[in-house]
């Protein structure tokens, strides 16, 4: 896929991986339009950004988490800039917690954002896609949805399911030339991982990952875009983790 003039939409697309995206995929010619929370400094910075190279930007304020704000960034972005070709799903939360520990409502609320979301985006987004005989979803998993990780059992098991989804859903929609995948990141530098400790962050980089680096939040973008680009890979998982997956422990 060529992506000048191409619209591409990347939800949790403020901090980290989604703001990476946005910004690689304006830097190879698309315009993006972005959605988060809340509008903050984050965004007015990715949104800035975008326009400084010389790509139109736009900025939905919508929880992932709720059907009825996904289908209005949509609307939104269609107003905007267009119908998306491209859709990254960047969005998510943590979910801590083991069986006993996750209360139902953190449950069903990982499921929200993650999964759910992704169902009422593609739903919102493919007809236009079907249309144009073109497009490209790329779904953000995680390593831990690949293996087992202790005391994070909601967000293994929603981050597990994208996998899945981008294999069933990539079926369904190849007669129509729209790709699906999925990216895995491993330990990256971002917010998210904020909470580790320096012993916690040193043990990682130290035992757990091969490579003895974290990631960056710009090198799972770079394999984001890749894949929205590469028009005959579909269905697939591309794993970002240094090596941390295969290793046997």
């Known amino acids: 896929m060529n992506f000048e003039g191409k619209v591409s939409l990347v939800t949790g697309g403020?901090?980290?991986?989604g703001a990476a995206t946005?910004?690689?995929l304006a830097r190879d010619g698309a315009h993006v339009a972005i959605c988060a929370r809340h509008e903050d400094e984050a965004s007015r910075e990715v949104t800035c950004a975008i326009t400084a190279l010389g790509r139109h930007a736009h900025f939905s304020a919508a929880d992932m988490g709720r059907p009825e704000d996904v289908l209005r960034c949509v609307e939104e972005t269609?107003?905007?800039l267009g119908?998306?070709?491209?859709v990254v799903h960047s969005a998510g939360a943590a979910a801590a917690g083991n069986l006993l520990e996750v209360c139902p409502e953190e449950w069903y609320a990982a499921f929200d954002v993650h999964v759910h979301a992704v169902f009422h985006l593609c739903r919102a987004t493919v007809p236009?896609?079907?249309a144009k005989r073109e497009g490209a979803i790329i779904l953000v998993s995680s390593v831990a949805g690949l293996r087992g990780c202790p005391n994070a059992l909601a967000y293994g098991v929603v981050k597990g399911a994208l996998p899945q989804f981008a294999r069933g859903l990539?079926?369904?929609?190849?007669g129509d030339n729209i790709r699906v995948n999925c990216v895995a990141p491993g330990i990256i530098r971002t917010r998210f991982h904020d909470h580790l400790s320096p012993e916690q962050a040193r043990h990682n980089v130290e035992n757990r990952i091969p490579l003895h680096r974290e990631g960056t939040a710009e090198q799972v973008a770079e394999a984001i875009t890749f894949l929205a680009g590469n028009d005959f890979i579909t269905g697939e998982t591309m794993t970002i983790d240094g090596g941390m997956t295969m290793r046997i422990a």
């Not at 990539?170 to 190849?174: E, F, I, N, S």
């Open 14 to 17: 403020s901090h980290g991986i």
């Open 83 to 86: 119908d998306p070709d491209i």
């Open 128 to 130: 236009a896609m079907r």
């Open 78 to 80: 269609r107003r905007a």
């Open 170 to 174: 990539a079926r369904d929609l190849a």
């Open 22 to 24: 946005a910004l690689c």
